[in-house]
């Protein structure tokens, strides 16, 4: 008997790349996840269209619709509630979720960042990594704690950098590992599930 693909929820506040990988990779008949829910925490977040286009729900709950951040957490966690989430993924989510919304969400918890961590936690990943004149960069899909970009690591992938390259040349490399690495670290966690 066939088993029910592993609900997930997507956050984003971009142009969702990401989330399109993912969407691509549930669209694969193999593929033992299902995405029930995008939410962004920005209006008009590109992302909120390819969501649509692939028939998915989607939820905008803006931050600045709050008084604070406990308030946009509580409604974060109250529009998950009624979606039977079992794997909340974080893709270009530009808010930093509390220790408190991390302990009372409960399940897994991923994110992806454009760094091999723990190399490079925050921003400007790229223009730090060239800086330093590192030979390599990449990408990290790991489990969200509350320490920022700390918890244990899923998946890494791992680009060369070349002599000339810029913080956007380097995302350019980056980014399609970025696709590959999210659906693979959802295939181990949603296999862990079932
Ligand atoms: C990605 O580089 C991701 O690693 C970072 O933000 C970017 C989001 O891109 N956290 P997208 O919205 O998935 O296209």
Request: hydrophobic content about 45%; aromatic content about 6%; overall charge negative.
């Amino acid at each position: 008997m066939a088993v029910d693909p592993v609900r997930l929820a997507v956050f984003i506040s971009g142009k969702g790349s990401n989330l399109q990988a993912l969407i691509d990779a549930c669209a694969q008949e193999d593929y033992p996840a299902q995405i029930a829910l995008v939410v962004s925490n920005i209006p008009d977040a590109g992302g909120l269209e390819r969501a649509q286009k692939a028939n998915i729900e989607t939820l905008v709950i803006s931050h600045r619709d709050y008084a604070d951040k406990a308030e946009f957490e509580d409604a974060l966690l109250n529009a998950l509630a009624p979606y039977d989430i079992e794997i909340l993924c974080l893709a270009g989510f530009m808010r930093i979720l509390s220790a408190d919304f991390i302990t009372r969400w409960e399940k897994p918890l991923i994110n992806i960042h454009p760094s091999l961590l723990p190399d490079y936690k925050g921003l400007d990943t790229h223009a730090r990594a060239l800086a330093d004149g590192k030979k390599e960069a990449g990408c990290t899909v790991h489990h969200v704690s509350a320490d920022v970009d700390s918890g244990e690591i899923i998946v890494q992938k791992k680009v060369p950098i070349f002599a000339g390259d810029t913080p956007e040349t380097l995302a350019k490399r980056i980014l399609p590992q970025e696709h590959i690495a999210y659906p693979e670290a959802v295939l181990a966690l949603a296999k862990g599930l079932r």
